[in-house]
């Protein structure tokens, strides 16, 4: 049982990664289609909060968990920040680059996190140790995997040849007519976006600690994420027809995004940080990139080639060396922290008896 439980997080994580691959696909589906991505989010966001605020309201209400004004105004700019910003700069950033270059960038998301958790003083670089080394040069092969994958081609697999589909077709075609000004514009807007999710991902960990109703946490980021991202587009985009929704891709996409993405991802991230650290779960981060490539392969017949073999590789190679050093950390630190109570013990004891 006690293994079952230490395993939950890592299980946890590889299915949030799962499911933001299929958010990848759904929503370049989506926008491909003439989404407004300003709307899709409000969309998205109003789904969740919709979705999540029950669940929120009788699983937890026996949980007396008070909410202050600060509190409040704290949960406010971390969904602004980490929700809001990041997913509205995302999707838009797509547009001035190709989807290709926004799953590449996305995988700089840990070594943002790890970098910006090392200043706040949340992670720890112990380079005398073997592990602390290795979190560092993991987190270097990961990211350069991650960029491999996305940019090195090289040969064709044969199984995989012949038959190039739709969503490469769009990325292609989107990269050619793009101007150096507008990639650019796009690269920064894509930095600027997994920057801010990285700040998210390190504000949960203080913020739960505060506020422990994971649930109606989720549900609130969603409710202000929603608020803030409809004044945006409503300042963004005055057409009316944007707003509209049929029975098609983008009210799919949107059910998707909002109920599985939004909701129920979020709490279980929300989980993860709590039980791991934000490090810990920005390192599944390039898994993601993976699985979109494969189901693209399958699904739309896309060309794998052998750069992407040796992009996974690597990820492979540094997601784990950065886990191994993560776990040994952690081990030291539940030993180190046993000593320190055992020695507590024996002055207690000595105490006692004199």
């Not at 070594?111 to 949340?122: D, E, K």
Request: charge should be positive; proline fraction near 4%; aromatic fraction near 12%.
């Amino acid at each position: 049982m006690i293994a079952m439980e230490s395993h939950k997080p890592y299980v946890a994580m590889l299915f949030i990664q799962f499911v933001y691959a299929g958010m990848a696909l759904f929503s370049k589906a989506a926008i491909a289609e003439g989404m407004n991505p300003y709307v899709f989010v409000v969309y998205r966001q109003a789904c969740a909060s919709l979705v999540l605020a029950p669940f929120a309201f009788f699983l937890e209400r026996k949980k007396n968990v008070p909410l202050s004004y600060g509190m409040l105004c704290k949960i406010f700019l971390a969904s602004l920040c980490g929700l809001t910003l990041s997913l509205n700069l995302y999707y838009v950033a797509i547009d001035f680059t190709s989807a290709t270059f926004a799953a590449a960038t996305t995988n700089t998301i840990p070594a943002i996190t790890f970098i910006m958790a090392v200043f706040l003083g949340m992670e720890s670089i112990p380079m005398k140790h073997f592990h602390g080394i290795a979190k560092v040069l993991g987190s270097i092969v990961g990211l350069s995997g991650a960029m491999v994958f996305a940019f090195v081609k090289g040969p064709a697999l044969k199984f995989m040849d012949g038959h190039p589909g739709t969503e490469k077709g769009i990325s292609d075609s989107s990269a050619e007519h793009r101007s150096k000004g507008e990639w650019i514009k796009g690269s920064l807007m894509m930095l600027a976006a997994n920057t801010a999710w990285s700040l998210w991902l390190i504000c949960q960990g203080p913020i739960i600690k505060q506020y422990p109703a994971k649930l109606r946490l989720t549900t609130l980021q969603c409710f202000f994420s929603c608020i803030q991202s409809a004044v945006l587009a409503a300042v963004v985009e005055w057409n009316p027809s944007s707003w509209k929704l049929a029975w098609n891709i983008n009210l799919l996409s949107i059910a998707y995004c909002g109920v599985v993405v939004t909701g129920i991802t979020y709490w279980l991230q929300v989980w993860a940080i709590e039980k791991k650290g934000p490090v810990f779960t920005s390192m599944f981060t390039p898994l993601a990139l993976i699985i979109t490539a494969v189901f693209s392969a399958f699904l739309w017949k896309e060309t794998l080639h052998w750069g992407s073999v040796g992009g996974t590789v690597l990820l492979v190679v540094g997601l784990y060396s950065v886990l191994w050093g993560k776990n040994r950390e952690d081990g030291r630190s539940e030993i180190n922290k046993q000593r320190q109570e055992s020695k507590e013990e024996i002055m207690l004891e000595c105490i006692t008896h004199h």
